[in-house]
């Protein structure tokens, strides 16, 4: 059970920075791994960042970078150079892994309910 805040969403100009923020709560411990998405209005939901529990980092927007602050259990994406593509609903997504009382493994994905970005001049 993890809750997942994402905020830093707003309008920019193209060519211009934006950083957004996933604050999650509850079971910290089962987390895994971090992720952004994003959803344009009607296209796929595309992966665009994931970090790891252990640190390890990928970033299929070369503009975009991920990172972590683990003392505030939050994980930020940095977005620069935005173009009008970047529009759309970014998501904050948690893997996680966890037991239950009978001691079967359970894994699964908690999702923020998604901050708007939009680049328009």
């Given amino acids: 059970q993890v809750q997942l805040v994402e905020s830093g969403?707003?309008?920019?100009?193209p060519g211009g920075?934006?950083?957004?923020?996933?604050?999650?709560?509850?079971?910290?411990?089962?987390?895994?791994?971090?992720?952004?998405y994003r959803r344009a209005p009607g296209k796929e939901r595309e992966l665009v960042a994931r970090i790891t529990r252990?640190?390890?980092?990928?970033?299929?927007?070369?503009?975009?970078?991920?990172s972590r602050d683990a003392a505030k259990n939050t994980v930020a994406l940095q977005m620069n150079d935005l173009k009008?593509?970047?529009?759309?609903?970014?998501?904050?997504?948690?893997d996680?892994?966890?037991?239950?009382p009978t001691g079967e493994p359970v894994a699964?994905?908690?999702?923020?309910?998604?901050?708007?970005v939009t680049v328009s001049s």
């Fill in 96 to 100: 996680l892994m966890y037991y239950t």
């Fill in 17 to 36: 920075s934006l950083r957004l923020s996933c604050v999650a709560s509850g079971n910290i411990p089962s987390i895994n791994a971090v992720e952004w």
């Fill in 84 to 94: 009008f593509e970047d529009t759309a609903v970014y998501y904050c997504a948690a």
């Fill in 108 to 116: 699964e994905r908690s999702w923020g309910r998604g901050t708007q």
């Fill in 9 to 13: 969403g707003g309008l920019v100009q």
């Fill in 54 to 66: 252990g640190g390890s980092t990928d970033s299929v927007v070369g503009r975009f970078t991920i």
